[in-house]
């Protein structure tokens, strides 16, 4: 894992957090970086002015690693303050769990995590499932932006020994007036002739381009994402986002919220800085 800065995984000491925890230690452990632990206490909380409480009830929580650790408590709005925490300490990724599921087994990723995303510099890994491994296969959504080439760097830059899985949904525009039938292969061929150019763009040297499978698939991009996810085991989906509007501003606009909220692998979110 090519990670050259620290770490900070956020908590909020239920358990639900702990997937994030171990997720974090195993990445800090295996790039030998510094992880910090950051816990935001809410006012009212039992915890409100009582640090070293705080603290104890942090490191109850976590899991026993060879990495360095520092325990970050804070007081005020928790999204502020962990992408603040995470600029101060020089964090190069902040790692942070789901809030919960839903009724019908998809994931609910709150205001907290949502907000992370918009204001954070730095890559926002949200981590649903247990970690048992490292990321070995890697699903990468494009719409052949700059900012979805951004992300698919980051992503190979961080993880340079994982397969990549380049996906891409196509469709037929204005499906209720025109033939899909009699339209599809043409939409196809134009897509493919756009993903073949991004695959020759800039940053896409020799060497990834072997990493690299792409998938040019029919249908929204929800939908083939969570399909090609299932097909190839992908155990990371990663999405790219630009500017500091949200999800309604981001590369797949509300889609790319869809995706978050449904595929069932670890997902990370790389915003476009530069």
């Known amino acids: 894992m090519e990670l050259h800065h620290p770490l900070l995984v956020a908590?909020?000491?239920?358990?639900r957090s702990d997937r994030a925890i171990d997720r974090a230690s195993f990445l800090a452990?295996?790039?030998?970086?510094?992880?910090?632990?950051?816990?935001?206490?809410e006012s009212g909380s039992r915890l409100a002015g009582e640090?070293?409480?705080a603290d104890a009830a942090v490191r109850a929580v976590l899991p026993g690693t060879r990495a360095e650790i520092e325990i970050l408590v804070s007081e005020g709005s928790a999204p502020h303050v962990i992408v603040d925490q995470a600029a101060?300490?020089?964090?190069?990724?902040?790692?942070?769990?789901?809030?919960?599921?839903?009724?019908?087994?998809?994931?609910?990723?709150?205001?907290?995590v949502d907000l992370i995303i918009r204001?954070?510099?730095?890559?926002v890994l949200i981590v649903k499932q247990r970690p048992?491994?490292?990321?070995?296969?890697?699903?990468?959504?494009?719409?052949?932006s700059p900012c979805s080439r951004y992300a698919l760097l980051a992503a190979a830059r961080?993880?340079?020994?994982?397969?990549?899985?380049?996906?891409?949904?196509?469709?037929?525009?204005?499906?209720?007036?025109?033939s899909v039938e009699q339209n599809q292969e043409a939409f196809e061929t134009e897509?493919?002739?756009?993903?073949?150019?991004?695959?020759?763009?800039?940053?896409?040297?020799?060497?990834?381009?072997?990493?690299?499978?792409?998938?040019?698939?029919?249908?929204?991009?929800?939908?083939?994402?969570?399909?090609?996810?299932?097909?190839?085991?992908?155990?990371l989906v990663v999405l790219g986002t630009h500017g500091r509007s949200g999800f309604s501003k981001a590369v797949f606009g509300s889609m790319a919220e869809a995706v978050l909220q449904s595929v069932l692998a670890d997902t990370m979110v790389i915003r476009e800085t530069a």
């Open 88 to 112: 101060r300490n020089g964090c190069g990724m902040i790692v942070t769990g789901v809030a919960r599921h839903n009724q019908i087994g998809d994931f609910f990723i709150g205001t907290a």
């Open 191 to 235: 897509a493919q002739q756009a993903f073949d150019d991004f695959l020759t763009g800039s940053g896409i040297t020799p060497e990834l381009r072997r990493r690299l499978t792409p998938h040019l698939r029919y249908g929204e991009t929800q939908s083939v994402v969570q399909k090609v996810a299932r097909e190839i085991g992908a155990d």
């Open 132 to 144: 048992r491994s490292s990321y070995r296969t890697i699903l990468a959504a494009t719409d052949f």
């Open 158 to 178: 961080l993880f340079p020994s994982a397969a990549i899985h380049l996906v891409h949904a196509f469709h037929v525009p204005f499906e209720g007036f025109l």
């Open 11 to 15: 908590t909020d000491l239920s358990a």
């Open 29 to 41: 452990e295996a790039a030998k970086v510094r992880l910090f632990v950051c816990h935001v206490v």
């Open 51 to 53: 640090a070293d409480l």
């Open 119 to 123: 204001e954070a510099d730095v890559p």
